[in-house]
């Protein structure tokens, strides 16, 4: 079975300018995460979708990202204005359903800001 | 919220040795407990995973304890062959929320 898609694997933007990233799950996964791993550093979960409903989003800094998922599949999570601390590769995963079970990810989206 | 501590944070052992990786954690509610392998560059990928109603998991080379009364659990890698190099991560579910909490990782380097 496909994996879970994402895009752009890599983007390099400056401090106040906007960023979009993309992600596709694996096709018939209900719940879809966005995290956000910093160099050396364990994934940290920004949001949790459970179909097209957000479930968790507690960790996400609202000031500057929002994160979207029309229609129950694809999501996009987006920076405006970003900050180099915002540098970090975005992991998006999937599972089949919410409750604790295995979580599966993309290849993931490098952020650098300078 | 639930605060996972991983220990230690590299770690280097011969081929063939045993390697052992410990976390801990806060919520006594936690009880899914996996641990995903990510290899330079790429996606992380669960390896192993226990619940709270079992003490010990095996599959082949690999096997996780966990003791909730002490609120630790443990990844043991034995036979270590060198495609094992990699960054591990354990994780911690609370009862309810199904979020995944991780450790902040552990490099394993086996040396041939």
């Known amino acids: 079975e496909a994996g879970v898609a994402q895009s752009p694997r890599y983007k390099i933007i400056e401090k106040r300018q906007s960023v979009a990233f993309w992600c596709n799950p694996i096709?018939?996964?209900?719940?879809l995460y966005w995290y956000q791993q910093i160099l050396g550093q364990g994934p940290k979960l920004l949001i949790q979708?459970?179909?097209?409903?957000?479930?968790?989003d507690s960790q996400l800094p609202k000031d500057r990202f929002s994160a979207e998922r029309l229609k129950g599949v694809d999501s996009t999570l987006k920076i405006q204005p970003a900050k180099l601390e915002d540098s970090a590769v975005y992991l998006c995963?999937?599972?089949?359903?919410?409750?604790?079970?295995?979580?599966?990810f993309g290849e993931g989206s490098r952020l650098t800001v300078l | 919220g639930e605060n996972v501590e991983q220990h230690p944070s590299t770690l280097s052992v011969q081929e063939g040795d045993s390697a052992v990786i410990k976390c801990t954690y806060s919520d006594s509610a936690s009880n899914y407990f996996p641990w995903y392998k990510q290899e330079l560059g790429k996606r992380p990928q669960l390896i192993i995973d226990?619940?709270?109603?079992?003490g010990e998991k095996k599959d082949q080379r690999i096997a996780v304890t966990l003791n909730k009364t002490a609120k630790h659990f443990s990844l043991h890698i034995t036979e270590t062959q060198p495609e094992d190099s990699a960054v591990y991560f354990c994780a911690a579910s609370g009862a309810g929320s199904y979020q995944l909490t991780f450790g902040k990782g552990t490099k394993l380097s086996v040396i041939p």
């Open positions: 979708f459970q179909n097209n409903g957000v479930v968790d």
């Open positions: 995963a999937s599972s089949f359903r919410t409750g604790a079970g295995e979580l599966f």
């Open positions: 096709s018939g996964h209900a719940t």
């Open positions: 226990i619940r709270s109603n079992v």
